[in-house]
């Protein structure tokens, strides 16, 4: 009775219940490319129907790697063959480079971390050089058991020998990504800097991330830390946690959980080094050794972000549907281009997506948004949770897999540069954006509208009915209603 009714223009929304299209086929996808395994017009009906129903879940596997950059839309089935294997080489030397710095480790414990620190500390500043940069930043990759080692010279020996081998295209950043970054940081400067905490505990007694400095160098990364060695064993500690406790509900779409033996999902464990899974079924200590493996080897790959509580919520979701685990990493890299700006430390990202959220209200609904100044709440951290994990909170396993879908063939048009003319933004109904997530969470606020202007008096109460919305929500009414805002504001945010 409180969900507020948008007024509707003269364009219809393409997630309209008139208008929607049925989900991507396995039919329609074959369709779509020429003999030589390109997509016959750039790509461009096949945007337009993802963004219009999504995908049937039996190929989506196949299609994801197009939505995440993983493949050019331009690109001949020989070229993604020949990209396959490259990027299944490049995973596969992340996870051994995992490896070795796990085996290194062993007996070791925290002496060698502390032999790399005591090195940086007497060249005036803590810092940890190449890759055993990565290594503080995946410190969940060390044995921590604390154990003594024979001698700590030999041991960080043992590590350095370890870490000889190059591995500076792995980690290094996608440039758009430095752009996209650039662009935050110009803009925080008109921003509040109120500390808004990127590892907020979205999950009840979650530990406390360590946090890092970036600073640039001729040569390569360098790191400085105000943690201890103590804290870098906690993100080995974290992300396995995560991993044993990842939301369950994903089990119910995987198509392979009925292969998993316990001698897989044990053999599985084991190669990560993950403990404390006796109450799992084996298809769950599977997933979430799965879950370890693709979250080290990001932490190498991309080492300013490293770890942070709420990766595994985005990661779940692919590892179920993707079978390949390189596969699912590349997918998986993809999404990180936009979404890793929620995990930043000096929380630029974060801050500016509440602030847009915030500013689409104000123009949409300016009572609402009075109200939201009178509770203090006009900051809308009430949605927090919804911008960091992307809805996956708030939405079914499918309901997210959809939205996730539309969201990405919006990025990937806007990438391509497709609905830039007024002809483009005519065909697709409303001009793709890279922020439909923060056009759908102000709908899903303006839709509560009533009951937050006459029941509600703070904005604690606000964040319970947010957090108390899980599973109610109407992915393609929720669709429906951003729709009608990226109309009317798209030129005004």
């Not at 005036?124 to 190449?130: C, I, K, R």
């Not at 590892?319 to 990180?336: L, Q, T």
Request: glycine letters at 6%; proline letters at 3%; one cysteine or more.
């Amino acid at each position: 009775p409180y969900k507020q009714s948008f007024s509707r223009g003269a364009i219809k929304s393409p997630w309209s219940r008139r208008k929607r299209k049925q989900a991507l086929s396995c039919q329609n996808w074959s369709r779509l490319f020429s003999v030589n395994g390109k997509f016959r017009d750039g790509g461009r009906k096949f945007l337009k129907k993802v963004r219009s129903g999504g995908i049937e879940p039996g190929i989506r596997a196949e299609v994801w790697p197009f939505l995440l950059g993983v493949y050019d839309l331009n690109s001949s089935e020989e070229e993604r063959n020949i990209i396959r294997t490259k990027k299944r080489n490049e995973y596969e030397k992340l996870r051994r480079k995992c490896h070795q710095i796990l085996n290194c480790q062993k007996g070791f414990g925290l002496k060698v971390i502390n032999e790399i620190n005591n090195e940086g500390c007497s060249r005036g500043v803590p810092y940890l050089q190449d890759v055993s940069a990565s290594v503080s930043v995946s410190a969940k990759e060390f044995n921590c058991s604390g154990s003594e080692a024979n001698s700590p010279d030999n041991a960080a020996c043992g590590a350095a020998e370890c870490m000889d081998d190059d591995t500076s295209e792995l980690t290094c950043v996608d440039q758009s990504m430095a752009e996209s970054e650039s662009s935050d940081s110009a803009s925080s400067d008109e921003e509040d800097h109120g500390q808004i905490s990127v590892c907020a505990d979205i999950e009840e007694n979650g530990a406390p991330e360590p946090k890092f400095v970036r600073s640039t160098s001729s040569k390569s990364d360098f790191f400085r830390s105000n943690k201890t060695p103590e804290d870098f064993a906690t993100w080995q500690r974290i992300i396995r946690l995560d991993a044993i406790r990842a939301n369950t509900d994903w089990a119910l779409f995987s198509c392979n959980q009925a292969e998993i033996s316990e001698e897989k999902a044990l053999q599985r464990a084991l190669s990560v080094g993950l403990k404390d899974y006796d109450h799992l079924e084996p298809y769950m200590v599977y997933h979430a050794a799965r879950l370890v493996a693709l979250l080290e080897a990001y932490a190498l790959y991309d080492p300013e972000i490293g770890y942070c509580q709420g990766m595994s919520d985005l990661l779940s979701p692919i590892i179920a549907v993707m079978k390949e685990d390189h596969e699912a990493f590349w997918c998986f890299v993809g999404f990180m281009k936009k979404a890793r700006h929620n995990f930043r430390l000096d929380e630029v990202g974060i801050r500016r997506q509440l602030k847009t959220v915030s500013q689409i209200i104000k123009r949409k609904d300016s009572h609402l948004y009075r109200h939201l100044q009178k509770l203090q709440a006009e900051d809308c951290f009430f949605v927090y949770r919804m911008v960091l994990v992307l809805f996956r909170r708030e939405l079914t396993f499918e309901q997210t897999l959809c939205l996730w879908e539309v969201m990405w063939a919006d990025q990937a048009a806007v990438r391509a540069g497709i609905g830039r003319s007024t002809w483009g933004r005519i065909r697709l109904h409303a001009p793709p954006t890279d922020d439909l997530l923060l056009y759908a969470i102000a709908a899903c606020v303006l839709q509560r509208r009533r009951l937050i202007i006459e029941r509600y008096s703070s904005m604690d109460e606000i964040l319970r009915e947010c957090h108390s919305m899980a599973g109610q929500l109407d992915v393609w009414r929720l669709l429906d209603d951003a729709h009608d805002l990226v109309v009317n504001l798209h030129n005004k945010i």
